[in-house]
């Protein structure tokens, strides 16, 4: 296990949306360069950049034409070093994403694979034996190559699948994982890796880590057997790189290999009724024209028990009872990470008002684990209806321009307003960096001194004990135990008590809070909407 991890604090940036300096309306290389002493000021001392690599960006840079190209719109492989060094310089680590279930239809791989001579990349891709024969259970381009078959795409019409083989056989076409094509898509993955490892970078978080091996089982050992692989290797040549995965199941992730996997807010997973209960609701993302119904605010269709909205009738039960069993069996392994969002989730501000964002990033950053915060979501940037932009359809909204001061497009970008990656937040009280950092109530600031907490408390760190002390579907008080340390949440608009067993009762004094907190001979009390973390007074 890295040993940096253990106080580590991710910040995510989606590159084309942080900071423009060449005046194309795009964000760059350079532009994160010039914003690292904004970021580790605020105490991030990680950070995850998404694709970064040469793409047609037909999703976003997830379709990869050339893993061993920066992407021209961002800079160059020497912008790449440079900002390896700046972090580095700054006590700082990047990770990039790596897509390793599949790559653009423009990847040089999938140009040879496409060829009706036979060749050594022939076996790179999932192909068919016959130019009209499906795939059942798959999906399938046909029509579209020269060579007589059908191949499978991992999601949309431009990623076709890499072949990492069929842990069970039923076809004839398929692969075994053992199959040599299968073991040189492994080896082509690990030579990615150690390219980037090589200029500098400290890790990768992988996109849908889950879905290499085809016709796996539900434990997903052929895609487990895979990453064990490339542990092998990072833990023989690159002990200190960090890997994280899209998996949203810890219990598999970590095993097979990861340092980290997010909880995300899957329909089967509680940490969804925390903050996006709303997404609950539904069985499917409802769209407004091209945009996520909402313009800002929930729909009257949906509703929302999120626990840190304010007397929305929410409980944290739901949650502690799966995540508490989840920690104990995997802590062993690597750590969970809750996030804030990310590119592909509604921003908090969707439904979360300021003051119920500081409760939810004092519980982020006072939980166990490897903390992410998507970039705005320390100022409460919105989620905006937008028409889809580069395969983003709803997921569009929360992928908007930085807002950093007042200036032509909040000072993202000296471009023409018409030429900026999206369109920016055109409230009158749109959030920016400028304004936060004079306030000293603000979320940005708020921010600010929870991560710094964290890094000057052990007890607040990835792999300090944590116990869950009081949770009750009657009584919105959350009470939880980090070392020696107890933190109390409090986010309904009342004043809330509770007496905790008799274990804690002790001398507690309050560390820091938000609103109003005691604790005295084992009765913990908060006011309305309120976070306090108490130490031992002895």
Known sequence: MPAWLKDAVFYEIYPQSYCDTNSDGIGDLQGIIEKLDYIHDLGFNALWLNPCFDSPFKDAGYDVRDYKKIAPRYGTNADAVRLF??????????????????????????????????????????????????????????????????????????????????????????????????????????DVIRFWLDLGLDGFRVDMADSLVKGDDE???????????????LDAEYPEAAFVSEWSCPEQAL???????????????????????????????????????????PSPAYEDHSYFKKDAGGTVTKFTAQYAPMLQRTKKDGYISLISGNHDTVRLRYSLSYDELKLFYAFLFTMPGVPFLYYGDEIGMRYLNLPTKEGGYFRTGSRTPMQWNHGANYGFSDADSSAIYLPQDPSADAPTVEDQAKDP?????????????????????????????????????????????????????SSRSTV????????????????????????????????ALFCPDD
């Open 255 to 297: 095993p097979a290999g990861f340092h980290m996997d997010f909880i995300l807010n899957n329909s089967d997973q509680a940490f969804g009724t925390l903050v996006r209960d709303y997404q609950n609701h539904t069985d499917r993302i409802v769209q407004s024209g091209n945009g996520f119904i909402g313009n800002g605010k």
């Open 500 to 531: 905790l067993p008799s274990v804690y009762r002790r001398n507690m004094k309050a560390l820091y809070t938000i609103g109003t907190g005691s604790y005295s001979n084992g009765r913990v009390t908060l006011g309305p909407q309120s976070f």
């Open 85 to 190: 060094e700046e972090a580095h310089r700054r006590g700082m680590h990047v990770l990039f994403d790596l897509v390793a279930g599949h790559t653009s239809e423009e990847h040089a791989w999938f140009r040879e694979s496409s060829k009706a001579e036979k060749n050594p990349l022939s076996g790179r891709y999932i192909w068919s034996d016959f130019c009209f024969q499906g795939m059942d259970g798959y999906r399938i381009i046909a029509g579209e190559a020269e060579r007589s078959a059908t191949y499978m795409i991992n999601f949309f019409k431009c990623q076709p699948a890499l072949n990492y083989g069929f842990l069970h056989k039923t076809e004839p076409w398929q692969t075994a994982t053992d199959d040599p094509d299968a073991v040189a898509t492994v080896e082509a993955l690990k």
């Open 219 to 233: 434990k997903k050992s052929g895609t487990s057997a895979v990453w064990r692989n490339v542990r092998a290797m």
């Open 441 to 493: 109530d603000s979320l940005l600031n708020t921010v600010k001194a929870l991560i710094a907490l964290r890094h000057a408390h052990s007890d607040l760190q990835a792999d300090a004990d944590f116990s869950s002390v009081f949770a009750s579907d009657e009584n919105p008080l959350f009470v939880y135990r980090r070392g020696d340390l107890i933190a109390a949440v409090n986010p309904s608009g």
